[in-house]
Each structure stands twice: as structure tokens, then as C-alpha cells.
T-cell receptor, first 111, second 110 residues
Framework: NAGVTQTPKFQVLKTGQSMTLQCAQD?????MSWYRQDPGMGLRLIHY???????DQGEVPNGYNVSRSTTEDFPLRLLSAAPSQTSVYFC??????????FGDGTRLSIL | SQQGEEDPQALSIQEGENATMNCSYK?????LQWYRQNSGRGLVHLIL?????REKHSGRLRVTLDTSKKSSSLLITASRAADTASYFC??????????FGKGTKLSVKP
């Protein structure tokens, strides 16, 4: 099992550009989520999904969209990148109310 | 919304020494988890302690939970350089997510 795979690992964008951060898991987990990690802020929940076709907002959803068409994939879209979205983004999955498995993150810089 | 607060924020010790990190939380919990994050990597689950447990061991890790004080501690015995990482406590949020503290950055010097 590869676990949770995130691509790309690094990305630099210009303000106003859009992009999609990819997340895939091969453990057949129903629950998937996106966090952002900023210095001194810990991890904050952006969006989450409890199964294919079901998504909901977390603590800091503004500027981000998600979709869940399959159990395996949970992409995060930045609609119009802003410097405030410079962060490290982590995708996580779990089989319900269990410890979560994290990807290695995408380091995103927005100029 | 931050639930856990780790203390200290940073800890530097010599190899072979014990490292103790503390976590305080605000609301009642079903369980509390500890995660480790190596530099440039994702978080890795270490141990989960349920609200009806007071102490749990896993290898060189010992976790205690005091629900009356809303606090937990993580003890790493006989630290190694490879234990250098950030350590986070986490409790369950209402959305199936985890609510993390800001973490303790542990540095173990050879």
C-alpha cells in the first residue's frame, strides 16, 4: 500500500492563478480531509468528505473547492490564488473514527 | 478552533535522556491522540489513549491522561537522535476531523 499520496510536493504560483492539489489513498478509507499548516498555527481543517459524493466545509474553507467523485481521490482546488494561501497542505484519510493517515504534504508558495 | 496546547514549545535534550511533553485541552473527549512530524514530512500516528484509560505504553512511549485536569503527557524514554521531530496532541472535532495543538519541537543531540 502506498497510503496517502499527494502531488505535487512543491508548487509556486502567481497571485490569481488557479491550481489543483491532488490526493489519493489506496486504503479504501471513507473519510478524507484537507488541512493547512502554517507556522505557529498548527493544522487547520479546510474541507472534508465522509464518502464519495459527500463533502463539507471545515474551519477555513474560503478560496478552496473540493469534490469527491471516487473513494480514492479528493482533490483540492485553489480558485484564484492569494498570498495568504501560502502554506503547507496536508491530505489525510481514515476509516471513520480512527487515527488518520497523512500524506507528505504540498508546499505551496504564492507570489 | 484550537483544542490542544502543547508545552513546552521546544525541547532540546541529549541522546539517552527522557523527553516529556505535555498537552492541555478544553472540552470533554472520547480519546486523545499523539502524532509525530519529521521535518518536511506528514504526521504519523503514535498512540491513542481513551478517556477511560490513565496510562498507555508503546515501546519507548508512555502516555498519561488526566481527564479531571484535561491534560495528557507523552514521555519518550532513552531518546535517540532519530526522535528529533515535532510532536502534536490531537482530539476529535465535531466534523470527524482532528483538532491539533501547535506542537512541541523536540531536538535530540547525539
Amino acid at each position: 500500500n502506498a497510503g496517502v499520496t499527494q502531488t505535487p510536493k512543491f508548487q509556486v504560483l502567481k497571485t490569481g492563478q488557479s491550481m489543483t492539489l491532488q490526493c489519493a489513498q489506496d486504503m479504501n478509507h471513507e473519510y478524507m480531509s484537507w488541512y493547512r499548516q502554517d507556522p505557529g498555527m498548527g493544522l487547520r481543517l479546510i474541507h472534508y468528505s465522509v464518502g464519495a459524493g459527500i463533502t463539507d466545509q471545515g474551519e477555513v474553507p474560503n478560496g478552496y473547492n473540493v469534490s469527491r467523485s471516487t473513494t480514492e481521490d479528493f482533490p483540492l482546488r485553489l480558485l484564484s490564488a492569494a498570498p495568504s494561501q501560502t502554506s503547507v497542505y496536508f491530505c489525510a484519510s481514515s476509516p471513520g473514527n480512527q487515527p488518520q493517515h497523512f500524506g507528505d504534504g504540498t508546499r505551496l508558495s504564492i507570489l | 478552533s484550537q483544542q490542544g496546547e502543547e508545552d513546552p514549545q521546544a525541547l532540546s535534550i541529549q541522546e539517552g535522556e527522557n523527553a516529556t511533553m505535555n498537552c492541555s485541552y478544553k472540552t470533554s473527549i472520547n480519546n486523545l491522540q499523539w502524532y509525530r512530524q519529521n521535518s518536511g514530512r506528514g504526521l504519523v500516528h503514535l498512540i491513542l489513549i481513551r478517556s477511560n484509560e490513565r496510562e498507555k505504553h508503546s515501546g519507548r512511549l508512555r502516555v498519561t491522561l488526566d481527564t479531571s485536569k484535561k491534560s495528557s503527557s507523552l514521555l519518550i524514554t532513552a531518546s535517540r537522535a532519530a526522535d528529533t521531530a515535532s510532536y502534536f496532541c490531537a482530539t476529535a472535532g465535531s466534523q470527524g476531523n482532528l483538532i491539533f495543538g501547535k506542537g512541541t519541537k523536540l531536538s535530540v543531540k547525539p
